[in-house]
């Protein structure tokens, strides 16, 4: 599958042969009644989760960054400031293997703690690394975007003006020291067309770069959606809620 724009100096057309098959998930907790989700659920996820690792799924965008980090899975701790609870990004060996693995999950009990928005798509550019951001991050920022009715318009030569300026704002990403694990291309099923995923220090960051991208007049085609939070061990993040008197995991 082509990419819809093609290389520039930040970033690479990720090889046909390490092409893999990303798995987004946005996720609202709905287990408020007692019972609708244990620690059985939970320990089943935990299995199907065990089994997609031993199936060459990374299930730690970290590992992306670093292949000998730790493939333990991690998730977005988003709650406090959208309106769902968490959201993670997951890497599979296919298309196939990325929508049979959501089902494995959510027949596991995912489906009985989170209400789930699953998008699937194909990793599309290599990760590139922010100047002196070789290390792990506490944070991520996730962009979803979706080329509007302006693009459609554009004539080849505006669109190649546009990738050129939109390439200053993320050099200064990387001066940022964010790191940004390529792209993702989604639109072969959903109507946002592709994902971003960096990880870095702090909020303060992504406000700071996004402001970059403000005075390139990236969003001129694009609609966004931007998501952030803090990375957190996903075990900590689908715990069971206590019951009541003993107060709620957080």
């Not at 977005?76 to 769902?84: K, N, V």
């Amino acid at each position: 599958m082509s990419a819809l724009t093609g290389d520039t100096d930040v970033f690479t057309a990720e090889g046909a042969d390490r092409a893999r098959a990303c798995v987004l998930f946005l996720a609202t907790r709905q287990d408020d009644l007692p019972g609708i989700y244990d620690a059985s659920h939970e320990a089943a996820i935990n299995g199907v989760l065990d089994e997609l690792v031993a199936e060459g799924w990374i299930v730690s965008q970290r590992c992306v960054f670093d292949p000998e980090a730790p493939n333990v899975p991690m998730g977005i701790d988003t709650g406090f400031t959208h309106s769902h609870d968490l959201a993670g990004v997951f890497e599979a060996p296919s298309l196939d293997a990325a929508l049979a693995g959501t089902v494995r999950l959510e027949k596991a009990g995912w489906v009985r703690a989170f209400k789930t928005e699953w998008l699937i798509g194909l990793r599309e550019f290599s990760p590139v690394f922010g100047k002196g951001a070789h290390s792990d991050h506490e944070w991520a920022f996730l962009a979803l975007w979706e080329w509007n009715d302006q693009w459609c318009e554009a004539t080849v030569a505006e669109r190649n003006d546009y990738d050129l300026e939109c390439d200053e704002a993320f050099k200064g990403d990387l001066d940022h020291e964010v790191n940004i694990s390529g792209r993702m291309r989604f639109d072969i099923a959903h109507h946002w067309h592709h994902l971003g995923y960096w990880e870095i220090a702090g909020p303060d960051v992504a406000d700071s770069a996004i402001r970059g991208h403000e005075r390139v007049a990236d969003f001129k085609f694009t609609t966004s959606r931007h998501i952030v939070g803090r990375i957190r061990p996903l075990g900590d993040l689908i715990a069971p809620k206590k019951t009541e008197g003993e107060g709620h995991n957080v």
